[in-house]
C-alpha cells in the first residue's frame, strides 16, 4: 500500500508542473487585444451599441473591424457570452462568442473582429450558456460569414471554463 501511495505522490508532483507548463503556452486575451492598435482609437470612441430599436430588424454591422493576423495560430482563452448555433439539449458544436449580453440579437452585431466563431467537434456542455465564460482554443483570422454577423476570428475550441475575474 506504501508503494502506491508513493507512486501516486510522484505521478502528481510530475503532472502538476506539466499543467502549469501547458498554462503558460495560452495566451489569456481581452477583447481590445483582437483589434489591432491602429484601429483602437476608433473603436473607444463608437463605445458599445445601445438598444435603441426593438422592433426586430436586422441592424447594420460595423465595417470597422480588421484582425490581428499575428495572432493566427496561437493558442488562447477569451472570456465571453455565447449566441448557440448547432447542437442539443446536451452539447453545442457551434457558436458566435461575443463580448456583451445580446450581441448580435438585440443589438447591431460588433465589428467582425470582435466576434468570435466557435466550432467544438466533439460538443461541449452547455449548462452555461447565459453566463461568462472561458473559450481555449485554437484561435484562427479567418472571415466567416453567418446569417447573424461577419466573424473576423475562429477557434477551434477545446475548452470552455467557468468565468473568473480575478
Known amino acids: 500500500m506504501k508503494k502506491v501511495f508513493v507512486l501516486l505522490c510522484w505521478m ?3 503532472a502538476f508542473p506539466i499543467y502549469a507548463v501547458a498554462e503558460e503556452n495560452i495566451l489569456t486575451l481581452d477583447w481590445t487585444d483582437l483589434i489591432p492598435e491602429s484601429e483602437r482609437n ?8 445601445l438598444v ?5 430588424e436586422a441592424m447594420q454591422q ?3 473591424g480588421s484582425v490581428r493576423q499575428e495572432l493566427n495560430g496561437s493558442e488562447v482563452k477569451i472570456p465571453g457570452f455565447v449566441v448557440p448555433l448547432e447542437g442539443d439539449e446536451e452539447k453545442i458544436t ?3 462568442l461575443v463580448p456583451y449580453f445580446g450581441a448580435c440579437i438585440h443589438v447591431p ?11 467544438f467537434p466533439k460538443g461541449a456542455p452547455i449548462q452555461q450558456l447565459w453566463d461568462v465564460i472561458y473559450v481555449v482554443g485554437t484561435l484562427k483570422t479567418e472571415t466567416l460569414n453567418h446569417e447573424l ?3 473576423g476570428y475562429i477557434i477551434e ?3 470552455i471554463e467557468e468565468y473568473d475575474d480575478y
Not at 42 to 49: I, K, N, S
Not at 52 to 56: F, R
Open 94 to 96: 457551434e457558436f458566435l
Open 42 to 49: 476608433q473603436f473607444d470612441a463608437m463605445g458599445m451599441p
Open 157 to 159: 475550441g477545446t475548452a
Open 149 to 151: 454577423a461577419e466573424t
Open 12 to 14: 502528481l508532483s510530475v
Open 52 to 56: 435603441t430599436d426593438h422592433s426586430g
Open 62 to 64: 460595423s465595417t470597422l
Open 109 to 119: 452585431p460588433p465589428p467582425p473582429n470582435q466576434i468570435i466563431y466557435v466550432k
